[in-house]
């Protein structure tokens, strides 16, 4: 019989790193950093544990499970990082049992609620993570209080605290989802169209300003092989465009390596960003004239060199590949090295496309000295 409880607790061993949900499913940030992290996934599977047990032992089901769906969505929704889960995942576990522990311990309840919303971290869910059935608790001791029109206790004004602080919560959530990405898709099909970048442009504004900038670029491409336009006149042209914001980026490398502060370092690397900007841009307008084909060069220019900085950026710093669940740690690494080879190639793929039609795009195909360039010969 001894060997009993070793058998219970490997078992839990084996369990423990598991989350409560489908990894294979896993769709938002917060599913994806848990899957990914064997800590907060056995963190995950004992709150669901401690979850399951508060239920069964509650006086109020529907209660504890309306302040569960408020958790989820309003506190651990709104975590980006490992540490924020852990704060919020052992704070909620605390909770539940603290709540199964002290059920039908009215005064102690509301203690423990004056005690929650004094701390500095106090929320309608830490508020709502006491036990419901201290309402009826407190309304029981109320009916024993002296019956009249100005005397009321002030347990007796609990329930109507715990109730307006439910329909609180309830309404912010329900604000929340209203306003976010995910309701948006049951709502009007242009919903989406509405929302707003960082910088105040809505996202159709940012997709038709991309494809113009594309449609530009392909037309101009197009009157450089008709001869009425040029976009580089050579390659020396074309690798100083292409280069320089490698090379600004080199530069304030090289003076964070030096110790310079990030405000001088930010000033160099600007420094040679707007000094080549202003030799593409004079060698652009010499070959090109005051004409509509000299803003049309500048920002075929632009658009590919953008295109192809944002692509090596998601290439090379990509987000991490996450383990699925039940996935052998072999079979993940092996999976981490071919992707890895496959971003490689796709790099070279890329770079390789990109060199040859800059260099189509040169109007001469030879390199010039860069002394006759910086002196616009």
């Known amino acids: 019989m001894k060997i009993l409880p070793f058998l219970f607790g490997w078992l839990l061993c084996m369990t423990a790193h598991a989350a409560s949900f489908d990894c294979a499913k896993a769709s938002t940030s917060v599913e994806q950093i848990i899957c990914s992290d064997l800590e907060l ?14 239920l069964a032992d509650s006086a109020d089901p529907a209660a504890l499970r309306s302040a569960q769906r408020r958790w989820n969505a309003d ?4 975590c980006q990082d490992k540490e924020c889960l852990l704060a919020v995942y052992t704070r909620r576990i605390a909770q539940i049992s603290g709540s199964a522990s002290s059920a039908g311990r009215a005064p102690g309840n509301a203690d423990a609620m004056a005690e929650r919303s004094d701390r500095p971290d106090a929320s309608i869910e830490n508020l709502a993570a006491v036990p419901m059935d201290m309402s009826a608790s407190a309304a029981g001791e109320a009916e024993n209080q002296p019956s009249g029109k100005d005397q009321q206790s002030p347990l007796s004004a609990a329930p109507t605290q715990s109730g307006s602080l ?16 995910a309701a948006a898709d049951d709502g009007a099909p242009g919903d989406d169209a509405a929302l707003s970048s960082p910088n105040g442009l809505s996202t159709l504004t940012l997709k038709v300003a991309g494809a113009g900038l594309l449609l530009i670029a392909a037309l101009s491409m197009y009157l450089h092989a008709q001869g009425k336009l040029t976009i580089y006149s050579d390659y020396t042209d074309a690798s100083v465009t292409a280069l320089t914001p490698l090379i600004a980026f080199a530069v304030y490398g090289g003076a964070k390596f030096f110790e310079m502060q990030d405000k001088s370092a930010l000033v160099a690397a600007m420094a040679v960003l707007v000094f080549a900007a202003g030799l593409i841009f004079v060698h652009t307008f010499r070959h090109n004239g005051v004409s509509i084909y000299f803003p049309m060069a500048l920002i075929t220019k632009l658009t590919i060199i953008s295109l192809y900085y944002v692509l090596m950026a998601i290439l090379l710093f990509p987000s991490g590949t996450t ?4 996935e052998r ?8 090295r071919r992707e890895a080879r496959e971003r490689a190639a796709l790099v070279a793929a890329a770079t390789g496309s990109f060199i040859a039609l800059s260099g189509w795009m040169c109007r001469r195909g030879e390199f010039t000295s860069f002394k ?6």
């Open 166 to 181: 439910d329909e609180q919560a309830g309404s912010e959530t329900s604000n929340q989802v209203q306003s976010s990405p």
């Open 372 to 377: 006759r360039y910086l002196t616009f010969r």
């Open 329 to 336: 740690v072999a079979s993940f690494e092996a999976r981490e």
């Open 75 to 78: 506190v651990k929704g709104g």
């Open 323 to 326: 383990r699925r669940k039940g």
């Open 41 to 54: 996934s056995s963190l995950d599977e004992q709150l669901h544990a401690t979850y399951q047990q508060a």
